[in-house]
Nanobody
Framework: QVQLVESGGGVVQPGGSLRLSCTATGFTLYDYAIGWFRQAPGKEREGVACISGGDSDTYYADSVKGRFTISREKAKNMLYLHMNSLKPEDTAIYFC??????????????????WGQGTQVTVSS
């Protein structure tokens, strides 16, 4: 198991933007499908976006389509989540994980990556 490291969270006003980053040491992100998940207080963890191995496909939760973009920088072994038009309901801790993709759904792969500390995103005026 590898633990991925998330960063880039913060406090932003509604309508603002943030870019989250995900990386790992000794683990090549490009070789795997990787997804972003989030967990708000009192709620279950939910998938936000994912990208297939080799970057051929991307998938998004309906709640973030058109506002969030997932991308990967192979040379830097980095994965990003570009978040625009942020809403208060986007407030959560955001995590990245290796994932299985089937159809337009994805699930974490705990046999490959374990959950990190995540990065807190707070959208508030």
């Amino acid at each position: 198991q590898v633990q991925l490291v998330e960063s880039g969270g913060g406090v932003v006003q509604p309508g603002g933007s943030l870019r989250l980053s995900c990386t790992a040491t000794g683990f090549t992100l490009y070789d795997y499908a990787i997804g972003w998940f989030r967990q708000a207080p009192g709620k279950e963890r939910e998938g936000v976006a994912c990208i297939s191995g080799g970057d051929s496909d991307t998938y998004y939760a309906d709640s973030v389509k058109g506002r969030f973009t997932i991308s990967r920088e192979k040379a830097k072994n980095m994965l990003y989540l570009h978040m625009n038009s942020l809403k208060p309901e986007d407030t959560a801790i955001y995590f990245c994980s290796a994932v299985w993709i089937y159809g337009n759904k994805w699930w974490p792969r705990p046999e490959v990556t374990s959950w990190g500390q995540g990065t807190q995103v707070t959208v508030s005026s």
